[in-house]
């Protein structure tokens, strides 16, 4: 029997979708290598590894035709001056998108493609983000006491590529300087490896 439509709610201030949902959350040990301050990282891992951001997905099958979506929320936090963020991915299907968009807090998405260019768009309630295909992404969560909280969208065959950011890293580092964020080079950053025409 084919499905039919079906409305959900979006509950901002827990940030849920009650009933459709299946949670992943990650903790800091989840980004290891992906942050400068590797003592810093190291202690708050073994003074009890803090949860830095929460997943609630609306199961749908994973497949073209599908769209996934659901709530991303990363905690505030930093380590040593660099604040709590997602691990960030490219999808495995290369040539597919993904819009964001910000309910609640002040974050940025960083995001990079593999011919070099890099690009961060901020996040504020109301404001929304067209990720184009081929560009990795990571949320970034810049306040230092409330969630960031976004509603995502993303075609359901999309799948996910966390290796090529594991060992290459994002071309910038977002960290908190004088009051304020700053985007500053990533020493530990190197070009994913070119596939020849
Ligand atoms: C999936 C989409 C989001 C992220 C989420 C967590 O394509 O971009 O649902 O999965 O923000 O980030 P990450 O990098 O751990 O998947
Ligand atoms: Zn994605």
Known sequence: MKERPFGFEIDIADAAIP?????????????????????????MVEQ????????????????SGELLSGLSIVHPGRVGDEYFMTKGHY??????????????GHGLLLMENEDGDWTAEEFRPGRAVYVTPNY???????????????????PGHAGHDYATIESNGFRKRVVH???????IDNPAWSAPAQVSA
């Open 19 to 43: 009933a459709r949902d299946r949670c992943m959350q990650r903790r800091l040990s989840a980004l290891r290598g992906q942050y400068q301050d590797t003592a810093g990282f190291d202690h």
């Open 48 to 63: 009890g590894d803090p949860l830095i951001y929460e997943v609630h997905e609306v199961l749908r099958p994973e497949s």
């Open 91 to 104: 999808h495995s299907v290369r040539g597919t998108a993904e819009i964001y968009y910000c309910l609640k």
């Open 136 to 154: 990795a992404h990571r949320s970034v969560n810049l306040s230092l006491n409330e969630d960031l909280v976004t509603f995502f969208v993303y």
């Open 177 to 183: 300087r004088d009051g304020t964020f700053e985007l």
